[in-house]
């Protein structure tokens, strides 16, 4: 197999399993418990804290918060946010965040709450001159995503930050997708809450953290024990936060080997998709992408057939977000750049990884000459 699927989920790195072994093990005790156990285990929890601060700029470890992903991250941050402030009632986002904060947004709005969903150009990108227009007294949050799952479009998050600071209202960044892939530094941007998944940065599934900056006021969603400084209670799942904190040293070795190396494939993937195919247009491609992603247009063409029959050749790839696997509907980030249904239902994401050879790369082109011949009869 090839796999060209690495936004939806990443191969946890064998360091990473590794890392976890003995945490199902030898270390198996609660890290709440006082007794040596517990305190065995706690120590490499607040260790795994450090690597995820590390690699994301924050300034203190405390600042961090485990979850059981990157959709209760969202939860927790806007959620909380908006519970620590109740005398206001609004949030401003974007049309192409991902569902965990669209679908968030629509269940705020049937309780009483005002979102604005500020448009995009057709390149993906904001006009932040928007964003300073709809900031009110009584916004509660800014919700804007640090780069989109589906086309790899990077927002400009420092002049975002700056603007919400300016207007002293908490900014809010989905990262899940940026952190691992593209330098974060939190002490150079004033972002107050950012959320990251385990599982995008070859960690396992089922764990994920929030950034909270000190002096950012959140209330905690889920109410028991005094797991993470009471702000979200439960047992932590141990093995995944050591797997999450050895995944992000990783990352932060090979972070600039590895963007380099990895939009180099990319950017030989589209020159050749191009060669080949005069009549595809790679998405997003006018500012700053992320560099493993690429969102191309087959239009006149099923992409959902293109995929099933890439993966029957033994490659997987996808039309875009895995939470969205399955519905009828355009992709909503699509739909917000202005492409008509024909050229939405036609447009296939490839996302590479570090683990990706230019083997493969030219393998998939050979592959995709002849399933488009295929479907062009």
Not at 149 to 172: D, R, Y
Request: with cysteine; glycine share 8%.
């Amino acid at each position: 197999m090839i796999y060209l699927d690495n936004n939806a989920t990443t191969k946890p790195h064998p360091d990473v399993l590794e890392a976890m072994l003995p945490f199902y093990t030898e270390l198996w005790g609660n890290p709440s418990s006082i007794h040596h156990f517990g305190a065995q285990v706690t120590k490499h929890v607040d260790h795994a804290r450090d690597q995820v601060a590390r690699l994301i700029g924050a300034q203190k470890s405390s600042e961090i918060i485990f979850t059981s992903g990157g959709t209760e991250a969202n939860n927790l941050a806007i959620r909380g946010t908006l519970q620590a402030n109740p005398q206001k009632r609004h949030i401003v986002t974007t049309q192409v965040e991902h569902s965990s904060v669209l679908s968030l947004c629509r269940e705020l709005e049937k309780e009483g709450f005002e979102i604005t969903t500020l448009p995009v150009q057709s390149s993906g990108a904001l006009h932040l001159e928007e964003l300073e227009k709809a900031i009110r007294s009584d916004t509660a949050l800014v919700s804007i995503m640090w780069a989109n799952n589906e086309t790899g479009v990077l927002f400009p998050i420092e002049e975002i930050a700056k603007i919400c600071e300016e207007k002293k209202v908490p900014f809010h960044s989905d990262a899940i997708q940026a952190v691992g892939k593209i330098p974060v530094d939190l002490q150079k941007t004033h972002v107050s809450l950012l959320t990251l998944a385990g599982h995008k940065l070859h960690a396992p599934k089922g764990v994920g953290a929030l950034y909270v900056r000190r002096g950012t006021q959140i209330k905690a969603q889920l109410v028991g024990g005094s797991q993470e400084r009471s702000r979200r209670a439960g047992t932590e799942n141990v093995a995944g936060i050591i797997g999450l904190g050895k995944a992000c040293e990783l990352s932060q070795k090979r972070l600039a080997q590895n963007g380099c190396q990895i939009s180099e494939l990319r950017n030989s993937f589209e020159t050749h998709l191009k060669d080949k195919f005069g009549f595809v247009q790679i998405n997003g491609k006018e500012g700053p992408r992320l560099p493993n992603t690429s969102s191309a247009s087959f239009e006149g063409l099923d992409a959902e057939t293109i995929c099933l029959l890439l993966n029957e050749e033994g490659i997987a790839v996808s039309t875009g977000s895995a939470c969205s696997a399955g519905s009828l509907d355009p992709s909503h980030v699509l739909k917000a750049m202005g492409f008509s249904q024909k050229k939405s239902k036609g447009t296939v994401r490839f996302s590479l990884s570090f683990e990706t050879t230019a083997e493969e790369i030219h393998q998939t082109i050979s592959v995709l000459e002849k399933v488009l011949r295929r479907l062009k009869k």
